[in-house]
């Protein structure tokens, strides 16, 4: 973790318990607000000169909304998320929580932010203490949101039941529970703590397919049922259809298209977008072979114009050469994307 | 030639309780103390520094007891019985100034061990919190600590120890002082080092995340995960510690006569060898015995605790 | 020897591991130029299969049964033999494909070393590496990279150059595009079936993609604790029959059905 993490929790004086409502029980407060903006992250030491990690414009996180960041290795999707966490330090923009920008939150205000917004991490393996029991561990976390010590093990084994692992698992260890489990345990760690926003790192990575969608499913059902906003960063299109409204495709830093997910996944603008949904083997579905990138790809110039162009079987120099802007499309105002060639390309069609 | 979770990894949710390889412990039929034996005596050399520490331990406790001339290890003397060879009365002969030696290597068990286990003790208690918390905070305050710490191991260990003896003025406790200053830096650097790599796994981060304080965070979940090691490398210093402390008494810099410790047992027979060699060679059998025994030991925790061999050897 | 028979063919293979039987396979063969899938879950014992054709268990596992690769058999070979077909023959790809190439290596040399270490005559080394560059699309640019400045598929890409460059009839495929970006495990499923076209070669994939192998493979073997429940084309996942096929198929989160439950 970087130490650009400045903690921000202090203990109040009287160290008494907060005013907000205890970990399970606790609603989603309607003011929780989680916002980027204008946000660009370098990684430091790198050369200014070249592309940022990410650039991302803007970005809400709200109960109730569900918004997904698709991408492969290197669009920055992962940065986005452990910016809005706080842990990683944008170069530029902010991202405020309530309104207060994340580094200036102190005491009560920095707690409340910790409890409202809670990552679930995508390193299954590692993300449990392995001295700690599980049990132990959810405890710690219905703890941290406030809780008190006695209602301790009622509350570990109402989340238990709640992602559906049996209660007796509380004694156990992580390395004696398989990984589609530590899933869950992680999952329930995180909601003790009472959040109104759950920000997920490719959480179903790593598990089998089976496993997967249990834990998809129960996503789903804890969104529903707790109102939780989410947050998915994920390369697989199948999780991102089920659970997000809103999917945001990120390519080497950059925000590419963004929209509806229904509308995006079946016509995207986006030649990108469509490779990536191209790419996605399906049950039933005869194997489409990847898209050659167009023969005058090697002409444009990707390091003014667009990121994709090497790859793209519609790159024409030189329009795809110059700096391209991200511009609405499909006139119901929740489409943009950023190709200058999307006008005249029409939806692409993933399955030709 | 695995894939990537082909290791036992069934679904969750299906009801079966099913577990992933373990972590340390063969899992193995019958009890825990039967597990323990079947594991301790396929390990000679464990076995073996086990046996010798529990002798020693009994002798440590029951010394007033086991003693034939428990006085001579106080200021009793026996003029007229000095320089006896082994045999008779005195099983191990008696010395320079007629003590039983025998009872004296006893009562030195208490000391030389009980001084060692002092020492590691303490230099624990001030390296591990000095390791951990430069390790979990990391940045310029690690560097500061660090720097500090690398001043201190600069000094070869018994030419400090030697001078802060001979600076204070020669007695047991301030030899113990002396080697705990030259010692405690070792593991600070060792805990720090362990600290540092814990800091960045995603349970702390979780932690952290979750709104808990650092110092929480270190205490709770760093120094349990990081310990290990550094228990490897304290048990196996206790010989070191034996050997350290026999070393500074011979040379007077430590336990002052009366006292039997054997250390200064020794330097009391030497210019005895080659006449009435019984006065150096028991009490230098000794201390040879319990550093092995407690290097034997550590060795054997160190298989158990620290598989990955980062403890200094 | 003949075309007629089966490249690879596995008979009554059992593998056991401290009284645990881990594999019963009755069947499991390959024929020249055919791709097969092998698909279960973690644990079914694929990557045991796997590492039994070539001789590479661990020593305290037992096996019985035939594995007969174009009329060597080789279970139970001598070290000779089987170093003679590992490699040269039979080609693997591991799913950590830049922890396969010789970190300190560029990979270009790392290609030259195991031609040499095959004893390809010199003459014919430049050659064929050539070939097998532009049959892989890898830019030969790329081969005066170390390991760590290439990217997953690239070092995938390598990995498969050396098993064209040798002319490896089949290679074993294992989790061989599990980690890395849907976009080029696309690229490298294409080029499984470029290289059955160009090279005859043929493709053992193993994997829990069950979508993945789907459009790929020729034929299609479902494994489950150790045993091959359920086999055939393409038209075993539309329509499974076995308990563990179904279950597998409904898990798979495609895209088509998953539309009606989106908000």
Not at chain 3, 150 to 162: D, N, P
Not at chain 3, 185 to 191: D, N, P
Not at chain 3, 196 to 219: N, Q, W
């Amino acid at each position: 973790m970087s130490s650009a993490l400045e903690d921000p929790v202090e203990r109040s004086p009287s160290g008494a318990a907060p005013a907000s409502p205890q970990g399970v029980d606790g609603l989603p407060d309607e003011g929780v607000r989680l916002v980027a903006r204008a946000l660009l992250v370098r990684y430091p030491g790198t050369d200014p000169a070249a592309p940022a990690a990410l650039a991302l414009d803007e970005l809400e996180l709200a109960p109730g909304r569900s918004v997904a960041l698709v991408g492969e290795s290197g669009s920055g999707k992962t940065t986005a998320l452990r910016a809005l966490l706080g842990v990683v330090r944008p170069s530029a923009g902010t991202v405020e929580f309530g309104g207060v920008a994340l580094e200036r939150l102190r005491g009560a205000a920095a707690r409340a932010f910790r409890r409202a917004v809670q990552p679930i991490q995508q390193d299954v393996d590692g993300a449990l203490d392995p001295r700690q029991s599980i049990g132990a561990a959810i405890a710690e976390g219905q703890r941290a949101g406030g809780g008190a010590a006695r209602d301790a093990s009622a509350v570990v084994e109402r989340l238990l039941d709640e992602v559906g692992l049996p209660a007796s698992l509380a004694r156990r260890h992580p390395h004696e529970v398989s990984g589609g489990q530590r899933q869950r345990a992680v999952i329930a760690r995180a909601l003790a703590v009472g959040p109104s926003l759950l920000l997920l790192d490719e959480p179903t990575s790593g598990l089998d397919a089976t496993v997967q969608v249990r834990i998809l499913e129960l996503i789903e059902r804890l969104r529903v049922q707790r109102g939780l906003g989410l947050l998915l960063v994920s390369h697989n299109l199948g999780a991102v259809a089920r659970l997000c409204e809103e999917t945001i495709v990120l390519y080497r830093g950059e925000v590419v298209e963004r929209g509806r997910t229904r509308a995006l996944l079946d016509a995207p603008r986006h030649p990108y977008t469509a490779a990536l949904r191209r790419s996605v083997p399906e049950i039933g579905v005869p194997f489409r072979a990847p898209l050659s990138p167009s023969p005058n790809a090697a002409e444009v110039d990707s390091r003014a114009g667009c990121r994709f162009a090497a790859r793209c079987p519609h790159a024409m120099a030189p329009a795809c050469g110059l700096p391209q802007a991200l511009m609405p499309i499909d006139g119901d105002g929740t489409r943009v994307v950023r190709c200058v060639r999307a006008p005249e390309l029409g939806a692409l069609n993933p399955l030709a | 030639m695995s894939g990537s979770g082909d290791a036992v990894d069934r679904a969750g949710g299906r009801g079966s309780s099913s577990t992933a390889p373990g972590g340390l412990g063969a899992s193995g039929p019958g009890s825990a103390l039967g597990r323990f034996i079947g594991y301790v005596v396929r390990r000679p050399g464990l076995a073996f520094g086990l046996a010798i520490v529990i002798v020693l331990a009994v002798g440590a406790v029951l010394a007033p007891v086991l003693a034939p001339f428990p006085g001579d290890a106080g200021n009793d003397t026996n003029l007229l019985a000095a320089l006896q060879p082994p045999g008779g009365l005195h099983p191990l002969g008696t010395d320079l100034a007629g003590r039983d030696i025998w009872s004296r290597v006893l009562f030195g068990v208490r000391i030389s061990v009980g001084v060692s286990v002092v020492v590691i003790v303490a230099s624990l208690f001030v390296g591990v919190p000095v390791g951990l918390f430069a390790g979990a905070v990391g940045g310029k305050l690690d560097d500061l600590l660090m720097r500090i710490v690398d001043i201190f191991l600069a000094f070869p260990s018994l030419l400090l120890a030697l001078a802060i003896a001979a600076t204070l003025g020669p007695s047991m406790e301030h030899a113990a002082i002396a080697i705990v200053v030259s010692w405690w830096p070792w593991y600070a650097r060792l805990m720090r080092g362990e600290a540092a790599a814990i800091r960045g796994r995603a349970y702390v981060e979780a932690a952290l995340l979750l709104g808990i304080p650092r110092w929480r965070v270190a205490l709770r979940h760093i120094l349990p995960n990081a310990i290990g090691p550094i228990i490897v490398q304290a048990s196996l210093d206790l010989g070191g510690v034996i050997l350290t402390f026999a070393a500074l008494s011979f040379l007077g810099l430590g336990a002052q006569d009366p006292t039997p410790e054997w250390g200064l047992m020794v330097e009391q027979g030497r210019t005895l060898t080659s006449t009435q060699p019984w006065v150096a060679l028991y009490p230098g059998a000794a201390i040879m015995i319990a550093a092995l025994a407690f290097t034997l030991l550590g060795e054997g925790l160190r298989e158990r605790l620290d598989p990955k061999g980062l403890a200094r050897p | 020897m003949t075309f007629d028979e089966p490249l690879l063919s596995i008979r009554d293979l059992v593998i056991e591991i401290r009284g645990r039987r881990l594999v019963d396979v009755a069947e499991l063969s390959v024929d020249r130029g055919q791709i097969v899938g092998l698909v279960g879950e973690s644990g079914a014992g694929k990557s045991l299969l796997l590492s039994s054709i070539l001789g590479l268990l661990p020593t305290d596992a037992t096996v019985r049964g035939n594995i007969v690769f174009d009329g060597l058999e080789l279970r139970g070979a001598s070290e000779r033999l089987l170093r003679s077909v590992r490699g040269r023959r039979i080609a693997v790809v591991l799913q950590a494909a830049r922890a396969a190439l010789t970190p300190t290596l560029r990979a270009g040399t790392w290609i030259e070393r195991a031609l040499v270490l095959h004893r390809v005559p010199t003459p014919e080394r430049r050659a064929r590496i050539a070939h097998a560059l532009d049959a892989v699309r890898l830019d030969p640019a790329l081969l005066r990279r170390y390991p760590y400045q290439l990217s997953g598929g690239e070092a995938q890409r390598v990995a498969i150059a050396l098993a064209v460059a040798l002319r490896a009839e089949l290679i074993l495929a294992d989790e061989a595009t599990s980690a890395l970006d849907v976009t080029v495990q696309a690229e490298v499923a294409e080029l499984f079936r470029e290289l059955r076209e160009t090279e005859g070669t043929a493709v053992l994939v193993v994997s829990h993609d069950l979508a993945l192998v789907a459009g790929l493979a020729d034929r299609i073997d479902i494994i489950a604790d150790g045993s091959i429940v359920e086999r055939g084309g393409p038209s075993v996942l539309t329509d499974p029959q076995h308990r563990v096929t179904r279950e597998l198929v409904t898990a798979n989160p495609t895209l088509e059905r998953v539309q009606e439950t989106a908000p």
